[in-house]
């Protein structure tokens, strides 16, 4: 019988404690799963996102995120020159606002205000209804759509709120002429978008033409790093970011806490899990060592016992480790879904992103851990001292 | 007001460090500031409520301070400057606008007995309609990032004390197993079943507690290490990790029961067999 037989044996013999063993690491295993997944799941999810948009390119006035920094002057003729621009494919210009609107409900209903410039692509999709034309036209998110129980052709009457300083702008009616999905919605989030200069209307007139931020496809054969730097060598007052420099920049930013603590996290995973294997095996050899004693007197080699000894490590390690995938996964969902009752989380954002490196790195050091977990009972079988274990064995 | 600040900002970047003249308005500025400029108390600054640097304001530095900690701003270089309110009003008023018709977006209130806040919130909301006023410790608390972060924190916790749960038990099974032989003479020479579970069982609390403060020891110093750890990371103040007293009391209660749940319970199949059975080698 060969070793890894041997040990399969060895657990199978003591059920209980053997079950127990693998149910343990499969606890801790999903948990180091997890924690892999969220070690760079929020960047993922937010680089797709970007990829997603269809515009691979952001042009703002200063460092600062769109719609928390100044507005770009001109912007609807600087949109029009990035157009223009031989290593880009299509531009456009967002102005981002807040209103509150006023259909049937008491206290208004607050809402993020979009303004995009007048181009064939909007960053939405449309699920019903068209999309905006001239005039006085929105459309509205899903979620507008089903606090307001309207459907395209009603009419919204919203009031504006364009800075960050106390307003009172008059009403402004719009016809909501499609339902459409945009990206960066949060799960409860009301959006109304329309064109630009209607928002510039709604709000007050004062700020025409002025955007937040603009966004531009690349062409293919160009690529986003040309793209930014002839956006830059164009503009070379305005800051233009490419989604690779966008996604850095996050990574930079504040949701490092995550990958931070889940670093922590599977370090501390990891020492427990190693500490609880050795402390089980060491027990469980403990308790057999008249046992091998014998095996070794019987014939059994010194390699042979350790083998031994590291397969009953490997099984245990081995078959948490596959129980710790479908129940790290089921976790990571109800985590996700805790978390991404963070407040300004888009929807389409998740903290745990499967990606095939989670899974190599959780295997390899789950076979870290079956080998150091191994590794102090392996020393005790190996300097096991034959005769005078099998005296005390027969005198106790 | 986010846009002002990045005005006042790019033109703190943009303006020259003088020597000091005492005669002008003093002005705070935060210690990233400080470092990533240089700047020292007593330099004068000018200040500009406009991004192309119109209507600069002269200014000196009379103190560097820390910025209070913000998880909202975590990992974000905190480049500020603090203006007495009359110098920031004259700083920012428009042409045109008289003084003192200014607004301010927000007062702070020190009570003399800070157990009155949610009487005197209620009290101003009463009197002044339209005013919102509610108790610096209630904000904090209602900040919605916290809730989620204490809810996931809880769940990992959950996790975790499902596993140790788990790995306690097997040890306790392998450990009362190591005890069998010892535990049959005892049968044998007359020991009562309830008597021999009632050593286990105080055995148990023995080793669940003590196992608990050495946890909560172990806690302590990890708390000032990935406090540390964090801090030097995000360059700011904030505390990460801390364990208060109510904390610490709900961890012992969850890991001494639990600790000697697992000794009786893996106890208890044992002491169910015959003391000959359990004696026999």
């Known amino acids: 019988m060969n070793a890894m037989g041997f040990a399969w044996r060895s657990l199978v013999r003591q059920p209980a404690r053997a079950s127990l063993g693998v149910l343990g690491v499969a606890a801790v295993g999903a948990l180091l799963f997890d924690m892999l997944l969220l070690s760079n799941g929020l960047v993922i999810s937010m680089r797709g996102l970007l990829e997603r948009t269809g515009f691979d390119l952001r042009v703002t006035a200063t460092d600062a995120l769109p719609g928390s920094g100044p507005l770009i002057p001109k912007a609807v003729g600087v949109t029009q020159a990035i157009s223009k621009l031989p290593s880009v494919r299509s531009a456009v210009a967002l102005r981002f606002a807040n209103a509150t609107i006023q259909n049937g409900t008491p206290r208004g209903l607050f809402a993020a205000f979009q303004g995009v410039s007048a181009t064939a692509t909007h960053p939405w999709t449309i699920l019903q209804g068209r999309d905006i034309a001239t005039g006085a036209e929105v459309v509205i998110n899903e979620n507008t759509a089903e606090r307001l129980r309207i459907k395209p052709g009603a009419s919204i009457t919203l009031r504006a709120a364009c800075t960050g300083d106390e307003q009172a702008l008059p009403p402004a009616t719009f016809t909501a002429v499609g339902i459409a999905q945009f990206p960066f919605d949060t799960p409860n989030g009301i959006t109304v978008a329309a064109s630009l200069e209607q928002v510039a209307e709604a709000c007050g007139g004062n700020e025409v033409d002025e955007a937040d931020v603009i966004m531009a496809a690349s062409q293919e054969t160009a690529g986003p790093d040309a793209a930014v730097a002839d956006v830059s060598r164009l503009f070379p007052d305005l800051k233009a970011l490419s989604n690779a420099e966008a996604v850095s920049r996050f990574e930079r930013g504040g949701f490092t806490y995550f990958r931070q603590i889940s670093t922590v996290l599977t370090t501390v995973t990891l020492g427990f899990a190693v500490l609880l294997i050795t402390v089980l095996l060491t027990v469980s050899i403990n308790q057999r060592l008249g046992e091998i004693a014998a095996l070794r007197a019987l014939g059994f080699s010194r390699w042979r016992v350790v083998a031994d000894v590291f397969c009953e490590s490997v099984l245990i390690v081995g078959g948490g480790g596959l129980l710790s995938l479908p129940l790290g996964a089921a976790l990571a969902v109800g985590l996700d879904h805790i978390l991404k009752r963070i407040p300004g989380i888009p929807a389409d954002v998740h903290f745990f992103v499967y990606q095939p490196s989670a899974l190599q790195m959780h295997l390899l050091l789950l076979a870290a851990t079956a080998v150091v977990a191994a590794l102090y009972p392996i020393r005790v079988v190996a300097t096991l001292p034959i005769a005078a274990t099998l005296r005390d064995e027969v005198v106790g | ?281």
């Open chain 2, 1 to 281: 007001m986010s846009r002002f600040w990045v005005a006042l900002i790019a033109a703190v970047l943009a303006g020259t460090a003088l020597r000091a003249a005492d005669d002008l308005p003093s002005v705070l500025i935060s210690r990233q500031l400080a470092e990533t400029e240089r700047l020292r108390i007593g330099d004068v600054v000018r200040l500009s409520p406009t991004a192309d640097g119109t209507g600069v304001q002269q200014f000196r530095i009379g103190g560097i301070y820390e910025p209070t900690p913000d998880p909202a701003r975590l990992g974000a270089v905190i480049r500020e400057v603090q203006l007495h309110l009359p110098d920031l009003l004259n700083l920012t008023r428009e042409s045109g606008t008289p003084a003192g018709s200014e607004y301010v977006q927000r007062i702070n209130v020190a009570l003399v007995n800070p157990e009155d806040a949610s009487r005197f919130s209620r009290d101003v909301q009463a009197r002044m309609p339209g005013v919102q006023a509610q108790p610096a410790a209630g904000a904090a608390e209602s900040t919605g990032p916290f809730i989620v972060l204490r809810r996931f924190h809880l769940a990992i916790a959950i996790v975790t004390i499902l596993a140790s749960t788990v790995f306690l038990l097997a040890l306790t099974i392998m450990l009362v197993d190591e005890r069998r032989t010892a535990v049959g003479v005892l049968r044998l020479i007359g020991f009562p079943s309830h008597r021999i579970i009632f050593q286990l069982f105080l055995e148990g609390v023995l080793i669940a507690s003590v196992g608990s403060l050495f946890g909560l020891l172990l806690s302590l110093v990890s708390e000032g290490l990935i406090n540390r750890f964090f801090q030097w990371r995000y360059d700011t103040a904030l505390v990460f990790v801390h364990v208060t007293p109510q904390v610490a009391a709900t961890c012992v209660a969850i890991a001494v029961p639990l600790g000697v749940s697992a000794t009786v319970v893996a106890s208890w199949a044992l002491l169910r067999r015959n003391g000959l059975r359990l004696a026999r080698r």
